[in-house]
C-alpha cells in the first residue's frame, strides 16, 4: 500500500480523458463569476459593500456567486423605504 505520492505521478495522468469532464465545470463557474460581476458593477450604486461582494465572488469560486445573487442583489433604496 503505499500512502506517499510524488509530483512525478502528475505526469502519468492522461489529462486528454479527465479535460471533457473538467471543461464543462471550469466553464459554468467561469460563466457564473463574470455575470455576478457584471451585474455587481452595473448596480453598483443601488448595491452595499461593493468591495466585499467582489472579493467573495473571485474568492469561493463556485459559491461566491450563487450566495451574491441569493444575498447580495438587495437594493440599498428599497430597504431603505421600508424602514
Known amino acids: 500500500m ?5 509530483f512525478d505521478e502528475f505526469s ?3 489529462w486528454a480523458s479527465i479535460l471533457p469532464i ?6 459554468v463557474g467561469s460563466l457564473l463569476i463574470i455575470i455576478a460581476l457584471i451585474d455587481l458593477f452595473r448596480h ?3 448595491r452595499e459593500n ?4 467582489t472579493i467573495i465572488i473571485l474568492l469561493f ?3 461566491g456567486p450563487v450566495l451574491y ?8 433604496h428599497t430597504r431603505a423605504l421600508r424602514n
Open 2 to 6: 503505499k500512502l506517499h505520492y510524488s
Open 12 to 14: 502519468q495522468i492522461n
Open 22 to 27: 473538467l471543461l464543462p465545470f471550469l466553464f
Open 44 to 46: 453598483r450604486n443601488r
Open 50 to 53: 461593493i468591495v466585499m461582494w
Open 61 to 63: 469560486n463556485t459559491i
Open 69 to 76: 445573487f441569493m444575498i447580495g442583489r438587495k437594493d440599498v
